[in-house]
């Protein structure tokens, strides 16, 4: 099986940014979160944010959703406060809101997306 889905991620400060391109495959999110664990351990930061920026193209399979909710899980574990997750359609935006906590939410743009985790506290 060939990996789908691919991200660049880098740190502003506290912030974790993750872009996210394709659709996924449970290879191809497998490999992406061993990328994202190990740069979130590397950093060291008791309590961090994250925000996602999702391309029109990304989304799984139910076993990619479902494995999507336990890393959501592992985040929260590991010290993030906060996640915002920038959709760019409804189908993105209901599977964010369907399988996410109260301490992630959905953003259409990235101005309000930013402003909402400035206001969430390290």
């Known amino acids: 099986m060939n990996a789908h889905g691919d991200i660049t991620l880098f740190w502003d400060g506290d912030l974790l940014i993750v872009k996210t391109f ?3 495959n449970e290879l191809g999110l497998k490999i992406i979160i061993s990328k994202i664990r190990e ?9 961090w ?3 996602e920026i999702w391309d029109e ?5 139910p076993d990619v959703v479902a494995t999507g909710e336990a890393v ?7 010290g993030c406060i ?3 997750i920038i959709v760019c359609n409804s189908l993105q935006e209901q599977l964010v809101d369907k399988i996410t906590s109260n301490n992630t939410k ?3 743009d990235q101005e ?3 402003n909402w985790l400035s206001l969430q506290n390290t």
């Not at 740069?39 to 309590?47: D, Q, T, V």
């Not at 959501?72 to 590991?78: L, P």
């Open 82 to 84: 906060a996640s915002a």
């Open 72 to 78: 959501a899980k592992w985040y929260k574990d590991n």
């Open 39 to 47: 740069s979130i351990l590397n950093k060291g930061l008791e309590s």
């Open 22 to 24: 394709g659709p996924f």
């Open 57 to 61: 193209e990304t989304l799984g399979s």
């Open 112 to 114: 309000t997306a930013m």
């Open 49 to 51: 944010r994250k925000m």
């Open 106 to 108: 959905s953003f259409r």
